[in-house]
């Protein structure tokens, strides 16, 4: 069975037959998250749902592509706010701790300050077809019919140890289902979307998201973060260097046992009120969580994070009849509480998109098995964690 690209308009789109994929949004099953195993990295408090969705108006959708023995990929979609995202534009920033990637979009958000589309996760060598789908989907609103340049956003990281990434099986039509299907619920985790063919830390990486709400003294501000984990290391959980503990890591078994390249995309949500410069400063702070559970950026990582304000009174109108916009926004005293926050809330995302992947078989036969949270524990217990 193949995945049939039908005539569709993005807003009435046609139920898709035959197909080998899977389309993720609310429904699917509960995976094992790091708190479910007692473990609870940081002190601040995370959201209700412990996900980016618990941003104000943040929604996250995935279409997953398994087929056969050599296909093992997907698609990841943020939406900043339920409205026309180019005529509602965003306060935007973005931060390369190491820039060996394919982020598109990269100059004109360091320029102005915004982005005017979602924000598409997708493999190495999908990003064309995922940018080319972004613009499909920012002609389809009829007040768009006038616009004749568009900013995609689209980060990658490289699945091609289990995925057929040659193949380019990514359909513009999977894109656009999965900005469809983007919910504000529940995020699957794990093997999904753009993580379903990621490897972390010499495991089964993938999709991992977490939270965290500053006190109501504090501004009761939530940071959301969302990752694709692709990267290598020594994984650290809770500051237990439980890779060291299990044999699996960069460096380990005669130095060349664990490739450390990759790649991991951030995406940082938070309904604070802040322009360019703040969430820059804040895209700057994520990095400092992937570095507690390990992470080293080498070489050939791409480290990108993509942090984005929601705050609806910053939006940017794509027309208006005033040259003035009148803002406010939190003054640089305010941010310390933010850097903290979205420090561990990376952290914790990226150890959940290990918790909640499973082992995976691909192509030409490679196995990346999940990490095995039953030995984890023991070594937790052994450090003295709960």
């Not at 699917?28 to 990295?41: E, M, N, T, V």
């Not at 990621?198 to 939530?222: D, E, H, N, Q």
Request: with cysteine.
């Amino acid at each position: 069975m193949r995945y049939l690209c039908l005539p569709f308009n993005i807003h009435r789109m046609p139920l898709l037959l035959g197909l080998t994929i899977m389309s993720l949004s609310m429904n699917f099953s509960q995976a094992q998250r790091l708190r479910d195993y007692g473990i609870a990295p940081g002190v601040m408090q995370p959201g209700p749902l412990n996900a980016i969705t618990d941003v104000p108006g943040v929604r996250v959708g995935h279409v997953t592509l398994i087929e056969g023995q050599h296909i093992r990929t997907g698609v990841t979609a943020i939406l900043p706010h339920e409205g026309n995202v180019f005529q509602q534009k965003v306060p935007a920033a973005m931060y390369a701790g190491n820039g060996f990637g394919k982020l598109t979009g990269y100059t004109q958000v360091e320029e102005l300050g915004n982005i005017e589309t979602p924000i598409i996760l997708t493999n190495t060598l999908s990003v064309p077809t995922a940018a080319d789908a972004l613009i499909d989907y920012t002609f389809s609103f009829e007040e768009n019919s006038d616009v004749r340049s568009v900013n995609p956003i689209v980060g990658e990281t490289n699945d091609g140890y289990l995925n057929d990434i040659r193949g380019r099986h990514l359909r513009k039509a999977q894109v656009l289902e999965a900005i469809r299907n983007a919910s504000s619920g529940p995020v699957a985790e794990g093997c999904v979307g753009a993580g379903t063919g990621t490897v972390c830390f010499g495991f089964k990486g993938g999709i991992g998201t977490a939270s965290r709400v500053l006190p109501k003294a504090l501004g009761g501000y939530t940071v959301g973060v969302l990752v694709q984990s692709n990267f290598g290391g020594v994984l650290e959980i809770d500051g237990v260097p439980v890779g060291q503990e299990l044999g699996q890591y960069y460096l380990s078994r005669q130095l060349q046992q664990q490739d450390a390249d990759g790649s991991c995309m951030i995406v940082v949500m938070t309904d604070a009120p802040l322009l360019g410069r703040n969430l820059r400063r804040l895209a700057k702070r994520a990095l400092l969580g992937l570095a507690k559970t390990g992470g080293i950026a080498s070489n050939g990582s791409g480290d990108y994070v993509i942090a984005v304000s929601t705050a609806p009174q910053l939006r940017i109108p794509y027309r208006s009849a005033s040259s003035l916009q009148k803002v406010e926004v939190l003054r640089n005293e305010a941010m310390s509480p933010l850097f903290m926050a979205v420090n561990e809330a990376t952290e914790e995302a990226i150890l959940n998109s290990l918790v909640a992947a499973h082992s995976m078989e691909g192509r030409e036969g490679h196995r990346i098995d999940a990490l095995p949270m039953d030995q984890v524990k023991k070594i937790l217990k052994k450090y003295g964690r709960k």
